[in-house]
């Protein structure tokens, strides 16, 4: 069957999927396309914890264990509609603008069209298509995939593509994150009684060190790898004290300090450091958690089979993260390639390249063919 790129897109932008809302509509009509591209699938579905209903697609071409995986995902970031007309596909100057026309509905269009250029009986190895919910809010769609799958686990695609937009570009890694979230407790009072303690004053002389800290990991090159630019950590604080008035100390102040994680870098390492300082303030650690980066050697199979695929353009790093991430501990190599710049993701007028859309479906194809055919 014959599927246009801009048509399928255009009819997947036109179905809002927020992530704060159900994605069973777009994912009802996903999987309609899917089953006209020759896929089987496999549904599997939770609530979140606003409780709205959400699902995600496994579709499987060919008999077999190991192939190629393409991953995308069916929610979006909020349209912000009161500046533009987000879920309404618009067509203009090669251009295809509306919200997750880059990020990511546009992509996930592509991988159909190109698995649907092959019948079932020509695949050596299998096919799959995934779209995915809840990526951009914590990646619960793609982690439900990597455990509970029968489609992907029994078969275990051997090599994979994560399709968010890259222009196009091969990407063998990405930055991580790590959290750490630090908490004061003082004493709420009226200030005119001086009875109680502003947890403010004593969270503070932390939030000094955090600022000295700051400085210092930007130029430490223990903190820093320059295959990526920047090469520095996006190390950031935030803080919190409820509300209080300016009339009342306290009760309460929390800091919550992130950076992104890199491939050799010493997260744990300044973890520890920051653990430590908070200790020695005798502030309450509420959590600290590390989320390894996503990392393939640039010399890999799969990096070579995308470069290839993609016009031999070199292999590259980019400091988002993706849902490559929950499948850190499967036997996949994955690579990032997808239609469209992630600086149009997210924005109002978000867009992808007509010319793009149509050129990744022709560069899904040429992996396919060297690793399924």
């Known amino acids: 069957m014959g599927f246009d790129p801009v048509e399928l897109t255009s009819e997947f932008i036109n179905v809002p999927s927020e992530s704060k809302i159900s994605n069973v509509p777009v994912s009802d009509l996903v999987e309609e396309r899917m089953v006209a591209c020759g896929l089987e699938i496999e549904r599997l579905e939770f609530t979140d914890d606003s409780g709205e209903r959400k699902v995600s697609l496994v579709g499987r071409k060919g008999e077999g264990t190991g192939g190629l995986a393409f991953m995308s995902h069916t929610d979006t970031v909020p349209g912000q509609e009161r500046d533009w007309a987000a879920f ?43 779209a995915t919910a809840d990526e951009e809010v914590g990646g619960a769609g793609a982690r439900q995939v990597a455990q509970e799958s029968k489609f992907f686990n029994e078969a275990m695609p051997t090599m994979g593509v994560v399709a968010e937009p890259t222009s196009l570009t091969p990407v063998y890694a990405h930055k991580g994150s790590s959290n750490v979230i630090v908490q004061a407790t003082g004493k709420a009072a009226h200030t005119s009684t001086e009875l109680g303690v502003s947890a403010n004053f004593l969270i503070a002389p932390f939030l000094a060190e955090m600022a000295e800290l700051c400085k210092a990991v930007k130029t430490d090159a223990r903190f820093m790898n320059e295959e990526f630019s920047p090469p520095t950590n996006g190390f950031n604080m935030t803080i919190n004290d409820y509300g209080t008035k300016q009339n009342v100390f306290a009760a309460s102040s929390t800091c919550h300090i992130c950076f992104r994680t ?30 390894q980066p996503f990392y393939v050697a640039p010399d890999s199979d799969i990096v070579r089979i995308a470069s290839e695929a993609s016009s031999n353009k ?17 036997p996949i190599d994955l690579v990032i390639l997808g239609p469209g710049s992630i600086e149009q993701a997210h924005t109002v007028g978000e867009y992808v390249d007509v010319s793009q859309l149509h050129e990744a479906v022709d560069v899904y194809k040429r992996m396919i063919e060297q690793v399924c055919l």
């Open 88 to 130: 309404k596909a618009v067509v203009k100057e090669d251009r295809l603008y509306g919200r997750g026309s880059c990020d990511m509905k546009g992509p996930l269009a592509a991988t159909m069209i190109a698995a649907a250029a092959y019948d079932a009986s020509q695949l050596k190895k299998p096919i799959f298509v995934t």
């Open 262 to 291: 890199m491939p050799g870098d010493k997260s744990e390492e300044l973890v520890a450091i920051i653990e430590e300082k908070a200790a020695s303030h005798g502030l309450q650690i509420l959590s600290s958690h590390i989320t």
């Open 314 to 330: 070199a292999p590259a790093t980019v400091p988002y993260g993706t849902d490559a991430l929950q499948f850190h501990d499967k």
